[in-house]
Nanobody
Framework: QVQLVAAGGGLVQAGDSLRLSCVAS????????MGWFRQAPGKERKSVAS????????YYVDSVKGRFTSSRDDAAHTVYLQMDSLKPEDTAVYYC????????????????WGRGTQVTVSS
């Protein structure tokens, strides 16, 4: 069973950048499709990005297209979410997740979850 630890969140100003990382242990990262989700206070958890096994396919929610980029380094057991041009509405707890499927877009498609990392964007 894979364990996931997300890190890299923080407090930034609008327009700044952050790079989140998600380190996997206890399993072979290259076997999993990976996803990033976020949950704002009082709201449901929603998909932000997903990246397939081997990184051949990537999907982004419309609100982050052109600003966020997901990547993976299977040798380093790490998945990244580069977030540029951050906006106050990006404020949320960000989670990484792993799926035994090639790739998954929906929350229900994920099998393993890490604890989140807080991202706060001030205006």
């Amino acid at each position: 069973q894979v364990q996931l630890v997300a890190a890299g969140g923080g407090l930034v100003q609008a327009g700044d950048s952050l790079r989140l990382s998600c380190v996997a242990s206890g399993g072979t990262l290259s076997s999993y499709g990976m996803g990033w989700f976020r949950q704002a206070p009082g709201k449901e958890r929603k998909s932000v990005a997903s990246i397939s096994v081997r990184g051949g396919s990537m999907y982004y929610v419309d609100s982050v297209k052109g600003r966020f980029t997901s990547s993976r380094d299977d040798a380093a057991h790490t998945v990244y979410l580069q977030m540029d041009s951050l906006k106050p509405e990006d404020t949320a707890v960000y989670y990484c997740a792993a799926t035994t499927s090639h790739v998954a877009k929906l929350l229900a498609g994920y099998d393993y979850w890490g604890r989140g990392t807080q991202v706060t964007v001030s205006s």
